[in-house]
């Protein structure tokens, strides 16, 4: 009788090619994608050491990390010495054959926004990028994960990169979810409990009702945090909501291939009895709004609770860096900017409930605030449904597709000292530049926050338009 295996264990048995003594495997790569900052310094290693790339047909390439997205300038570098980046990108895809979505392609925008979006990921397939949030596309169904430029130019050549052997981890999200909580609340939610450690050495499924409930952009959001979790990747089992998505999608299969991959992709989910290494049970009944106070995602608590005192000398960093003591009150603390964007929150559904909030609102004084689309296609579509209107009516600045104020690079970011609300993914010492303040929660607590000028419990801004207060 055929043992019962996880989702995981059948996309890696699909893709291995050899089996080492030590467990480790060599995997086959389906597809690979780049960007500018990292794919680049590949690229030109492959060019300058005339090594042929294997199959052309199967990298994808786009410009997002270093490109400014500020209206009028979509050919400038954001960051001082960016624009070499940019040209090696260009340079390099022409000279070696690949494909590029540059910044006045209309499928432009960050790497793991436009890779779903685009059929580039799929169910069932291997994918890799140098950039440590390739495990979003995980939310689709497909085994993908981080690498850095070495492996890049190895998979480049080879299509195959060995990788260790990896435990599994179920997470199993059961319960109600309650108003006003989002995928990125139940990922901080997570890693708060179980440390930013606490999938190290795991490959996680996400699984249980209220994943197989979450619309494909949020199932993307709970895998791209996946990294933060320590993971080397996270997975979602593909199912007819992702079908429903994909179908039609520029790069997936048509036709008679689109069947026969939907059959296929169907027989990829976890067998009933599959064993798990370790299961984590969390009951997102007990969920509310999230956001950090400290400077790891681990560092988080409720929006209505108080800072923790800290254990140990890496807490006690935090708190001086963020400028704030132990009991000290989230609700109220006051911000001065504010960031929607990155490829953790600023798709279509994620810019559409935050202009839920902020439609009829204002920005309060003294707060910068930044929208950042994720893709060309999500700032395209915004607009037609006049979401652009709703963030600048707010007092939000509105750009163009790219990573923006995710990560500092140099160049325009908020000044030193700065306390920020942002949907991104990170928010160690000057990640968003030299001694910003990062509190990440999702879009909708970002938004609310910024009308407030201070972190702000969104579920009260969703009980005043439903009439309850």
Not at 34 to 54: K, P, Q, V, Y
Not at 236 to 264: M, N, Q, V
Not at 291 to 315: C, K, L, M, N, Y
Not at 339 to 345: A, D, H, K, L, V
Request: charged share 20%; net charge neutral.
């Amino acid at each position: 009788m055929t043992r019962a295996r996880t989702a995981i264990e059948k996309l890696r048995a699909l893709h291995t090619v050899k089996t080492y003594e030590d467990g480790s495997a060599l995997i086959w790569i389906d597809r690979i994608m780049l960007h500018e900052r990292t794919g680049s310094i590949a690229l030109t290693n492959m060019r300058d050491e005339g090594r042929a790339i294997r199959d052309p047909e199967m990298v994808f390439a786009t410009i997002d990390h270093i490109v400014s997205t500020r209206p009028g300038q979509r050919d400038a570098a954001r960051a001082p010495g960016g624009a070499v980046f940019i040209e090696a990108m260009r340079d390099t895809t022409r000279a070696l054959g690949l494909r590029l979505f540059d910044t006045r392609d209309r499928r432009q925008g960050i790497v793991h926004v436009i890779a779903p979006e685009q059929g580039i990921a799929l169910p069932g397939i291997t994918m890799v990028c140098p950039d440590s949030h390739t495990c979003t596309l995980g939310g689709l169904g497909a085994l993908a994960w981080g690498i850095g430029s070495t492996d890049c130019e190895h998979a480049l050549a080879t299509r195959t990169l060995r990788i260790a052997p990896q435990k599994t981890m179920r997470v199993w999200l059961s319960g109600t979810r309650p108003e006003g909580v989002t995928a990125k609340d139940i990922a901080l939610a997570l890693i708060s409990a179980h440390g930013a450690a606490g999938g190290r050495g795991y490959a996680v499924e996400f699984a249980g009702p209220v994943v197989s409930d979450m619309a494909i952009e949020e199932r993307l959001t709970l895998c791209n945090m996946a990294v933060e979790f320590g993971a080397f990747t996270g997975v979602i089992s593909a199912d007819a909501r992702t079908f429903d998505y994909l179908k039609g999608r520029p790069f997936a299969p048509r036709g008679a291939a689109w069947e026969a991959a939907c059959a296929h992709w169907k027989s990829l989910a976890t067998d009933p009895g599959a064993v798990f290494d370790r299961e984590i049970v969390l009951d997102v009944g007990g969920v509310a709004p999230t956001v950090t106070w400290g400077t790891s995602p681990e560092q988080a608590v409720r929006i209505d609770g108080s800072v923790p005192e800290p254990e140990g000398e890496t807490a006690r960093r935090a708190l001086d860096y963020m400028g704030l003591a132990p009991g000290a009150q989230l609700a109220g603390l006051p911000v001065a900017g504010a960031f929607i964007g990155s490829c953790t929150n600023s798709r279509i559904e994620d810019l559409r409930r935050a202009a839920g909030i902020l439609r009829g609102r204002r920005v309060a004084r003294g707060v910068t605030a930044v929208c950042v689309p994720g893709s060309t296609a999500v700032k395209a579509a915004a607009e037609a449904e006049g979401l652009d209107r709703v963030f600048r009516d707010a007092g939000f600045d509105w750009q163009e597709a790219g990573c923006a104020m995710c990560f500092y690079a140099g160049g325009e970011t908020f000044a030193p000292g700065t306390r920020v609300v942002s949907s991104t993914n990170r928010n160690f010492e000057g990640r968003q530049g030299p001694g910003v303040r990062t509190h990440i929660a999702s879009p909708e607590t970002v938004a609310w926050s910024a009308v407030q000028g201070a972190l702000a419990d969104v579920r009260a801004a969703k009980a005043l338009v439903s009439g309850e207060v």
